[in-house]
């Protein structure tokens, strides 16, 4: 037997009997409104129990039957785990008991009872068998063409204990619900009560939830705490999916909800502005056209949504079609939910669909983006997983980023992630994974560069590391790129000296001329000393062309003979070494250094004196302290010295 709880549905036209039926068979007066009561008519959902003879307490949603609320209809009609098609015997199938059934098809309601109410009206044996054979023609093709057919007369009593076991038998059919999966919640009344507070109720469609715990309220983004639970107007320790369910909360004012918002797990959704799905319109219903302003009904929420058609300029009566929904207002959504749509003016409900994927990229359009959103709906869970952390690029997705995507299990998404990563299909690097082909064809743009950039310049030692990763693996998680490397250099595919990636045997090479020029560059800036010249009057003195003396300076800087303490200030990496000497030992002696006092040991200027403490600084061979230099903390520590002032 399933243990999680169960919902049962009304539907059917106006006047059919659905609120008294209710009334019948669990004593409970669904019409909660008073004008509802003073009216006679149901216009918003109302709510009861009922016990079976198994010992299964259920809950019943009975949901409005006239044409102008079917907006009501549907913020019940969802999560249902059977229905009750409630049609009266001495009317027949009318418009709105088509449209219900319509409705419960496209929300894939799984299992139900035909139920012909008000038999004690129709004496007549003949008009009642054109009822039946009219109801068997409505059900043909659909979910309740074997479904039980009963006959009932609230008024009586007659059949209503045959319904009840029929719905007992049923009810042993219907498969569990996701009790381990997130909670999800989608609030369908929100009340105050005294003494309590805000109080919301719904259909657990999945999860489970306990006194004390912090969910999030979709599509604002508050906590909320959950100060009791309640089932059937009973405190429980537990709800589990497939429960109507009460919440009362803290932590929020009741006019911050509403319904159509959804009670979840922290972190495990995030609201839809784009939604990938399957579309398929009614017979008879008018064509919808690309971009098409339509009504989306999904759980208990009601959005306004452009249709953006991938393959066809206009959706007929019958076919159906990947699309693309750009919703006007945010949506919970997860894939494989089931939603309908209605035009708003005449109200008519057009059709319904699938949801594919949530959030994806805007697509345009073509056979390609409809057929990849066709290949995504019948893509398992890793072909999901796989595509989502695709479309994540570089940047690559946690667990945590993939949930709200999913609308699943975080356990069940991690197995399914480390599977992947195992089959190679993904790359993890740390908690992040990463496309597998898309890290595969950064790696060989990398290394394109590489060879490009010594093809190019071979008097260069490579390419950078920080414009190898900008320009090859753009947008890229710095990890990732770390790995890459890592990997790459290991299998002695690039080397990296000194900040350049460069292919393992490369060499640079010169010409005579730049071989010439290069070892002019180098002397004219040794023989500069403490005050080297700039690479303007190097050229000057050298009378080369400017752009061969850039480039034989930029060669022996990336050979390590030359070292850019500051812009402009290029000096020989010997000399360096004598200053950083000097200094050490000048510290070591009097505690500490000023500009001043190194210009003079020196014979420099004050610019070259600052340019070079300050290299010295970033270095961390000295640290300033006020107007004066120590050693920084390891060099202190080598020189055997303290910080005490000179």
């Known amino acids: 037997m399933n243990p999680s709880g169960f919902v049962i549905g009304t539907a059917g036209h106006i006047d059919h009997g659905k609120s008294t039926l209710v009334k019948a068979l669990t004593g409970i007066d669904p019409d909660r409104l008073e004008e509802e009561r003073r009216r006679g008519m149901t216009i918003d959902l109302g709510f009861a129990h009922l016990d079976l003879p198994s010992g299964r307490r259920v809950g019943i949603v009975d949901v409005p039957?006239?044409?102008?609320?079917?907006?009501?209809?549907?913020?019940?009609?969802?999560?249902l785990d059977a229905v009750l098609l409630v049609v009266a015997a001495d009317e027949g199938v009318m418009p709105q008991t088509r449209e219900h059934l319509d409705i419960l098809r496209f929300l894939r309601v799984p299992r139900g009872i035909v139920v012909l109410t008000k038999v004690d009206l129709v004496p007549d044996a003949e008009w009642l068998a054109a009822v039946e054979a009219e109801v068997a023609e409505l059900v043909r093709g659909t979910f309740l063409e074997t479904a039980p057919r009963l006959h009932v007369s609230a008024r009586t009593g007659e059949g209503l204990d045959r319904l009840v076991m029929a719905l007992d038998r049923l009810l042993d059919e219907v498969p569990q619900r996701p009790v381990d999966g997130p909670v999800r919640l989608p609030v369908d009344r929100v009340f105050t009560m005294p003494g309590f507070g805000t109080v919301v109720t719904g259909t657990l469609w999945s999860g489970r939830?306990?006194?004390?715990?912090?969910?999030?309220?979709?599509?604002?983004?508050?906590?909320?705490?959950?100060?009791?639970?309640?089932?059937?107007?009973?405190?429980?320790?537990?709800?589990?999916?497939?429960?109507?369910?009460?919440?009362?909360?803290?932590?929020?004012?009741?006019?911050?909800?509403?319904?159509?918002?959804?009670?979840?797990?922290?972190?495990?959704?995030?609201?839809?502005?784009?939604?990938?799905?399957?579309?398929?319109?009614?017979?008879?219903?008018?064509?919808?056209?690309?971009?098409?302003?339509?009504?989306?009904?999904?759980?208990?929420?009601?959005?306004?949504?452009?249709?953006?058609?991938?393959?066809?300029?206009?959706?007929?009566?019958?076919?159906?079609?990947?699309?693309?929904?750009?919703?006007?207002?945010?949506?919970?959504?997860?894939?494989?939910?089931?939603?309908?749509?209605?035009?708003?003016?005449?109200?008519?409900?057009?059709?319904?669909?699938?949801?594919?994927?949530?959030?994806?990229?805007?697509?345009?359009?073509?056979?390609?983006?409809?057929?990849?959103?066709?290949?995504?709906?019948?893509?398992?869970?890793?072909?999901v997983v796989r595509g989502v952390v695709a479309a994540s690029g570089l940047a690559g997705a946690t667990v945590e980023d993939l949930l709200p995507r999913l609308g699943e299990a975080r356990e069940r998404v991690a197995e399914e992630a480390a599977r992947l990563a195992g089959l190679g299909s993904l790359l993890q690097v740390r908690e992040r994974y990463f496309d597998a082909a898309l890290v595969a064809a950064a790696e060989e743009r990398l290394l394109a560069l590489v060879a490009a950039t010594h093809a190019a310049a071979p008097w260069r030692l490579g390419l950078p590391r920080e414009e190898a990763r900008a320009r090859a693996f753009a947008g890229a998680d710095?990890?990732?790129?770390?790995?890459?490397?890592?990997?790459?250099?290991?299998?002695?595919?690039?080397?990296?000296?000194?900040?350049?990636?460069?292919?393992?045997?490369?060499?640079?090479?010169?010409?005579?001329?730049?071989?010439?020029?290069?070892?002019?560059?180098?002397?004219?800036?040794?023989?500069?000393?403490?005050?080297?010249?700039?690479?303007?009057?190097?050229?000057?003195?050298?009378?080369?062309?400017?752009?061969?003396?850039?480039?034989m300076a930029q060669s022996l800087i990336e050979a390590g003979e030359l070292v850019e303490v500051a812009p402009g200030v290029i000096v020989p990496s010997d000399v360096l070494a004598d200053v950083r000497r000097q200094v050490v030992e000048h510290i070591a002696a009097a505690g500490s250094i000023t500009v001043a006092e190194l210009r003079d040991r020196l014979g420099t200027s004050r610019k070259y004196a600052l340019a070079l403490l300050e290299y010295l600084d970033a270095a961390r061979v000295t640290r300033r302290t006020g107007d004066r230099r120590v050693l920084a903390g390891h060099q202190a520590r080598t020189a055997g010295v303290g910080e005490r002032r000179g």
């Open 478 to 551: 710095d990890r990732l790129f770390g790995a890459v490397l890592e990997r790459l250099v290991a299998a002695g595919r690039l080397a990296l000296t000194r900040g350049f990636l460069h292919e393992p045997q490369h060499v640079p090479r010169y010409t005579p001329e730049e071989a010439a020029v290069r070892q002019a560059v180098l002397e004219r800036l040794r023989a500069g000393r403490y005050a080297p010249p700039t690479l303007e009057e190097v050229r000057s003195a050298l009378g080369a062309p400017a752009d061969l003396v850039d480039r």
């Open 209 to 383: 939830v306990r006194p004390g715990d912090v969910l999030e309220v979709l599509p604002g983004g508050e906590r909320v705490r959950v100060r009791q639970v309640q089932r059937h107007g009973a405190p429980v320790e537990v709800a589990v999916a497939g429960s109507r369910t009460a919440l009362n909360l803290s932590g929020i004012e009741r006019e911050r909800l509403e319904r159509g918002v959804v009670l979840a797990t922290p972190g495990t959704f995030t609201p839809a502005t784009l939604v990938d799905a399957r579309l398929r319109l009614l017979p008879g219903v008018p064509p919808l056209g690309h971009l098409a302003r339509i009504r989306v009904y999904l759980g208990t929420a009601e959005v306004l949504a452009r249709v953006a058609l991938l393959d066809r300029d206009q959706l007929r009566p019958g076919e159906e079609a990947p699309v693309q929904l750009r919703l006007e207002g945010p949506l919970v959504a997860a894939r494989g939910d089931a939603f309908v749509v209605r035009r708003s003016s005449p109200p008519l409900t057009l059709g319904g669909g699938e949801v594919v994927t949530v959030n994806p990229p805007k697509r345009r359009r073509g056979p390609a983006a409809a057929a990849e959103v066709a290949a995504l709906a019948q893509a398992d869970l890793g072909e």
């Open 65 to 79: 039957g006239h044409e102008r609320l079917v907006r009501n209809m549907l913020a019940g009609a969802g999560g």
